[in-house]
């Protein structure tokens, strides 16, 4: 039985593209080099900020009135337009009303201590580096 030069033809033609099976084809490629390990993202902090006051939430309710104050009085000796930012920093949001209960608390003791609400701002933040609610008093 002859087989017809076409079909011939094409069998070498579709046997011109296959590679022969050796020890190159299992060898790996000289670019797939096992790469060093990263090192672990160092946390970014909430805000870069140096805080005028930290006020912690976290256990019996804190005795913060007297240290604010003087801190506030002091902020605003040295720049009477002074403005704050009171920031509650969370662990997660779940604990999210607490922590502005916390903060509001923290603003109403400064604007008693004179600071007028118009220069004060308030804000909330989950942080998850901290181990429990505080509130963060900054300067602007």
Request: glycine share 4%; with cysteine.
């Amino acid at each position: 039985m002859n087989t017809p030069a076409f079909v011939r033809v094409l069998t070498c033609l579709l046997l011109a593209g296959c590679a022969l099976v050796d020890q190159k084809t299992f060898a790996p490629a000289p670019e797939a080099r096992a790469q060093p390990a990263k090192p672990p993202p160092v946390p970014v902090r909430v805000d870069p900020r140096t805080p005028l006051a930290i006020i912690a939430f976290g256990g019996p309710p804190p005795d913060y009135t007297q240290l604010l104050r003087y801190a506030v009085h002091e902020a605003q000796r040295r720049d009477r337009n002074v403005e704050f930012d009171v920031i509650a920093v969370l662990p997660d949001l779940t604990q999210a009303s607490a922590g502005q209960q916390d903060a509001v608390g923290v603003m109403r003791s400064m604007t008693q201590f004179g600071v007028p609400p118009s220069r004060l701002h308030l804000a909330l933040r989950a942080d998850p580096t901290v181990k429990s609610r505080e509130v963060r008093v900054y300067v602007r």
